[in-house]
């Protein structure tokens, strides 16, 4: 698939395994996704190319570093985003930070949003949206199509996995949104849970199973 960037880094499938592992704590898992939320910050701007030249003084020499020009915003999908959007926020200090609170409503079939904050210069922003789990791909399509009805910049997807179902349809609804991931799940199951996967991420962020 040409919409997903998939970072097999031992690091990062080492951290996996214990965000499956179901007696890993909650504070563990906390941790865990902020690091692997870092590593894949890191990888997602690898291209960023929009610098500015910055006179400073180190305690040598007069001389002349790069710095972030035009900074991302970090987009949180509540709840289970909030686990990344701190970790993303770390890596780059200077960006903004907007959330999204999307849900699918099954008895209606369809998604209800409860809550949208964005900051006011958003338009042709880049953004990177933060979702744990991307398993049928309904919140995050309707989360994409709302950040596109701001006219922001390139969205780059950040997520610890997604289904194969959940790539397709971004592709068939959003082709130019790219998703970096660490793993690709072929499954799901009857309640729309990723197999093997790792549960609720938001259940095991918070304790509210």
Partial sequence: MTNVQIINHPLLQHKLGYLRDKNT????????MKEVGRILAYEIL????DLEDVQIE?????????RLKNPPIVVSVMRAGNGLLDAV?????????????????????????Y??????????????????????????VAAIDRLKSYQV???????????????KRLKQFHPDVMVTTINVEKEMNDLGYLVPGLGDAGDRLYQTK
């Fill in 115 to 140: 809550y949208f904050k964005l900051p006011a210069d958003v338009k042709g922003k880049r953004i990177i949206l933060c979702d744990p789990l991307i398993a049928t791909a309904d919140t995050m």
């Fill in 46 to 49: 690898k291209d960023w190319n």
């Fill in 89 to 113: 926020l770390s890596m780059i200090p200077v960006a903004s930070a907007g959330f999204i609170g999307i849900y699918r409503d099954k008895f209606i079939h369809n998604t209800v949003e």
């Fill in 25 to 32: 704590h909650s504070a563990e898992f906390r941790e865990l």
């Fill in 58 to 66: 180190t305690p040598i020499a007069k001389t002349t570093v790069k």
């Fill in 153 to 167: 910049g390139r969205i780059d997807v950040l997520s610890v996995l997604a289904s194969e179902h959940a790539l």
